[in-house]
């Protein structure tokens, strides 16, 4: 079965700066898919990026980026300029090809302070 | 844009009552989800159905049901509710096969289920 574990329970950065939110997940698959989901105090859930396994180019998308290490099964999110919308609790999740089923972390509650 | 909607923001219960959480998506997507979202355990998937009338349990169905008798909802029923429910509930809708990767889940508001 496979893990995601997010070991960074909490964390802040300061308005403008970077911050990297750590992954790792333990899976015996191949090829497989990876996403970070955003969850603000409205508690919509929102697709922030995502990876494709069999692709070793790093996603990214605007401000986000992601660090795939396919060997160490790491998975981590680089914030750049943050901006108080940032705000919000952060899901690292591991999707296999059949896309049975989304295995979530534990999360990761960021706060941007002005 | 894909809309998952849940019918109630917060909800009340007593231990003991059959409550009905209900989840509409307006996308014509195949596969709906139920999940349940604890702090420190993220989010655990209950149910989850690929086609109308059709449902699998995902890894912590006990108390729970569900029902799917329309493509576009999907009901996650707690046949006699318990304080150990109380929880913060959150509805999916996907495409299928390959799509999934791509597009990921939509995902509704929450039901914030307070048992008492």
């Known amino acids: 079965a496979q893990t995601v574990t997010q070991s960074q329970p909490e964390m802040s950065v300061q308005e403008a700066e970077t911050v990297t939110l750590s992954c790792t997940y333990d899976?015996?698959?191949?090829?497989?898919?990876l996403f970070w989901y955003k969850q603000p105090p409205s508690r919509q859930m929102i697709l922030v990026i995502r990876?494709?396994?069999?692709?070793?180019q790093n996603a990214t998308e605007n401000r986000f980026s992601v660090n795939f290490q396919k060997a160490a099964k790491s998975f981590s999110l680089k914030i750049s300029d943050s901006q108080l919308g940032d705000t919000a609790m952060y899901f690292c999740?591991?999707?296999?090809?059949?896309?049975?089923?989304?295995?979530f972390g534990p999360g990761t509650r960021l706060s941007v302070l002005p | 844009d894909v809309k998952v909607t849940q019918s109630s923001r917060y909800l009340v219960k007593r231990t003991g009552e059959k409550v009905f959480l209900e989840c509409v998506q307006d996308m014509d997507h195949e596969n709906m989800f139920w999940y349940r979202q604890d702090p420190g355990l993220g989010l655990r998937l209950i149910y989850f159905?690929?086609?109308?009338?059709?449902?699998e349990k995902g890894d912590i169905p006990e108390g729970y049901s569900v029902s799917r008798e329309k493509k576009e909802r999907f009901s996650l029923i707690l046949e006699s509710a318990s304080t150990n429910q109380t929880s913060m509930y959150l509805c999916?809708?996907?495409?299928?096969?390959?799509?999934?990767?791509?597009?990921?889940?939509?995902f509704g508001s929450g039901t914030r289920l307070t048992v008492v």
């Open positions: 999916a809708s996907s495409l299928e096969g390959a799509q999934i990767g791509i597009y990921g889940y939509t």
């Open positions: 899976t015996s698959e191949n090829n497989y898919y």
């Open positions: 159905s690929y086609d109308v009338k059709m449902k």
């Open positions: 999740a591991f999707m296999n090809l059949r896309g049975q089923n989304f295995v």
């Open positions: 990876q494709e396994a069999y692709k070793q």
